[in-house]
């Protein structure tokens, strides 16, 4: 069964960058898409960033030319590069399949941007 922990946030000031990374328990070779999410204080959760097993990326638009998708299958691990950080990026980011599996959602990272 494939379990995901989350790592990486934490308070960064705008303009900062931070590097996010999604362990998986089992091999993430055989996983056709993973992505990441975040959910915003009183906000819906919602996807921003997707990778396939080939390597294509794509983005929301809202993250499109500051973050970064990448995987490394030998490591089992995905990764969210994010530049250009900004106030409204605040959120707690999560890592799960493209869909979504429902039991594979973990606890999250918490990222902050503020001054």
């Known amino acids: 069964q494939v379990q995901l922990v989350e790592s990486g946030g934490g308070l960064v000031q705008p303009g900062g960058s931070l590097r996010l990374s999604c362990a998986v328990s089992g091999s993430i070779s055989s996983i056709n898409a993973m992505g990441w999410y975040r959910q915003a204080p009183g906000k819906p959760r919602e996807w921003i960033a997707s990778i396939t097993s080939e390597g294509r990326t794509i983005y929301t638009d809202a993250v499109k030319a500051r973050f970064a998708i990448s995987r490394d299958n030998a490591k089992n691990t995905v990764y969210l590069q994010m530049n250009s950080l900004r106030p409204d990026d605040t959120a707690v980011y999560y890592c799960?399949?493209?869909?979504?599996?429902?039991?594979?959602w973990g606890q999250g990272t918490q990222v902050t941007v503020s001054s």
């Open positions: 799960n399949l493209i869909p979504p599996g429902p039991r594979y």
